[in-house]
């Protein structure tokens, strides 16, 4: 059998970066491949050695089957990680590894396919006796059909994409007379996103615990798994926090769903990591739900708690070894919390945001895998996670307090990101006392941004104590030693997402004030060093972390993150708050749909343009009723953030 010596990872980031690191520890040759965009990324510094794929989107380069391939060819390697996402569950990139007489780690082309379809997927799992929730599966997908059999499962229920994931293509459905329209949108949802309009409809199983089983199957027919995740915490189908062993759990429950996904694995011949999903109800009824035929986001608390390094193993079992251990040898010691770091913006409906990491200072307090460094640029190409910070300790209690202080020591600076979210939703005590399930964010946070998108007072004074420092030193003052006869006074009007804020700023005697509308603060020993500010504020001392570039300031206060550019001195047109008549790019990204003309009267409201970008549509949105007046994009064309786009021209006006 052809043996492993040189592993090419077919992927990007931190994961990238993650199977590097036990590849060289095992003595492999490590190569990345990289897109334009990510010419200068960390997982390409730290490979032995590189391939260009050329572009920038993911389907000109990481996406790319031919492209891969020919890396792989290239550079001599035997082997391909796939690692998650991209190709990893792709049943066709595993047949041109094995036509290519490439190594592919991960399972067989047959169990790709079948567990990458949840209709035949639920149809095996039945058959070998693992529980599944009642709905229709069936090959007839007339809409007739599909209405018949959903008034005999009743409300609520689920539709969902055969082929899909991550929420697409699936709707809840809470009144019949509502199946046909969220049929329809469900399967339109499903052909642009998958090129398969094929659905299976299930009872909804209404806030359960969406709990997964780890499992590893090697060559010699041997399967075993390592105990389960918790991820009932999940935004929009998307998860936010895992952690093993569940709360939920018992050992009676474990040994159950360890069996059923045991079972799984064995019934389509699986080799390799795979993960099981189930949803639990309440009453500790488990049901499959999906099988994913790659290594997981969240694989580092199952290291944590078991030991193992599953990446090794993946490396070990493609390579024809048995599994090192046996069902009886896994042992889950203490509890693993892991959370996800994202280029996003929690208050406003968790935008992705794109950019330049001016300040990355992760904590040493903490487990991070992470795909960044300082300097990078935050693409709008891609997904945005960014990094994972991972806590362990011998009680889930002490997990907590580990991954809560980790986070507070963590400073990630120049692109808005969602550690202030994270650091909030491990606070709130449904999560404390292990009482969340996946219906967790929509109950405490229901307007789905966890914070007012307005700086309080003190943190327009805060921007304004650090804009008016920079000035001094950029004039060789010292802010500590320098004294004058009158105060020094400044004026500020400083813009934070579309709103602007006037600050007076003086300096005396060692006294820094500021006035903020009707409010006043005093700043008293102010001492800034290396990104870091601290300074004297009613009687406490505060810090907070910042970098300035060019005209904007970034500034993480107590958890929290914030962008303010100086607009003192712009001409009056720039200077003003962003301008409702005026539709601007939310970030980076593609134009992919145009819904106005000019002349077209619009509302307040109205979607104008559809972007996309970071893998997901965003909807650009009129401001004002008006007249459309310019259109200034195409579609297909790349824009940037805070390019005007579309303005529309005011009734009245």
Known sequence: MKKITKVLIANRGEIAVRVMRTATQMGY?????????????????????????????????????EKVIAAASQSGADAIHPGYGFLSENTHFAEACQQAGIIFIGPPASAIKLMGSKRLSKIAMIE????????????????????????????????KASAGGGGRGMRLVTDQANFANDLDAARSEAKNAFASDEMIIERAVIEPRHIEIQVFADQHGNVIHLGERDCSIQRRHQKVVEESPSPFVDADLRQKMGQAAVNAAKACDYVGAGTVEFLVDADKNF????????????HPVTEMVTGLDLV?????????????????????????????????DPRDNFVP??????????????????????????????????????????????????LANALADTELLGVNNNICFLADVISRKAFIDGDATTGFLAQQYPDENYQASKPEAIISAIAGLLFFRKSQFDHNYSGRHWRRA?????????????????VSMSFDQGIYRAKVADEKFEFANVVDKNGRCSFELRGQRIGVN???????????????????????????????SAGDEHVRAAMDGAIVDIKVAKGDHVKAGDVVAILEAMKMAHQLKAGV?????????????????????ITTIQRGV
């Open 29 to 65: 040759t490590t190569v990345a491949i990289f897109s334009d965009a990510d010419r200068d990324s960390l997982h390409v510094e730290c490979a032995d050695e590189s391939v260009a794929l050329g572009g920038s989107s993911a389907s000109e380069s990481y996406l790319s089957i």
């Open 287 to 298: 049901y499959f739900l999906e099988m994913n035929t790659r290594l997981q986001v969240e």
């Open 353 to 402: 945001q794109s950019g330049q990491i001016l300040s990355w200072k992760p904590s040493a307090k903490a487990r991070i895998d992470s795909g960044i460094c300082e300097g990078q640029i935050i693409s709008p190409y891609y997904d945005p996670m960014l990094a994972k910070v991972i806590t362990w300790s011998e009680t889930r209690e002490q997990a907590i307090t580990k």
């Open 546 to 576: 910042f970098s300035h570039s060019g005209a904007c300031l970034h500034l993480q206060h107590e958890l929290a993150y914030y962008t303010f550019e100086d607009i003192s001195y712009a001409p009056a047109s720039s200077a003003m």
């Open 486 to 502: 009158v105060a020094m006074v400044s004026q500020y009007k400083l813009l934070y997402n579309d709103d602007d804020y006037s």
């Open 625 to 645: 009723d008006g007249v459309i007046d310019q259109v200034n994009i195409e579609i297909g064309q790349q824009v940037k953030s805070r390019q005007i786009l």
């Open 128 to 159: 070998s006796g693992v529980p599944c929730v009642p709905g229709y599966q069936g090959a007839d997908q007339d809409d007739a059909t599909l209405l018949a059999q959903a008034s005999e499962i009743g409300v609520p229920l689920m539709i």
């Open 312 to 344: 090794e193993l993946q490396l070990r079992i493609a390579n024809g070894e048995p599994l090192p251990l046996t069902q009886a040898q896994v042992e889950l010691k203490g509890h693993a919390i892991e959370v996800r770091v994202y280029a996003e």
